[in-house]
């Protein structure tokens, strides 16, 4: 199930529309959420297993811990 508008807007809210890797803010950069325990290793869709992250920082990382 994907992470609905209203929870993503809230992660981006509490972590003052921040990319949580680097620092960088839009409109440098585009956010996106990035799950800290990923969805493959059995990660959930929670307010608590989700962080804020910029295309590039989440698209350099793998789905390891």
Not at 4 to 17: C, D, Q, V, Y
Not at 26 to 38: F, G, Q
């Amino acid at each position: 199930m994907a992470v609905s508008k209203k929870l993503r807007f809230e992660i981006f809210k509490r972590e003052a529309f921040t990319c949580q890797y680097c620092g960088r803010t839009p409109p440098v950069v585009t956010l996106e959420l990035d799950h800290i325990i990923p969805k493959s290793k059995g990660g959930k869709d929670s307010e608590d297993n989700l962080l804020t992250s910029c295309f590039d920082c989440n698209r350099g990382k793998s789905d390891g811990l």
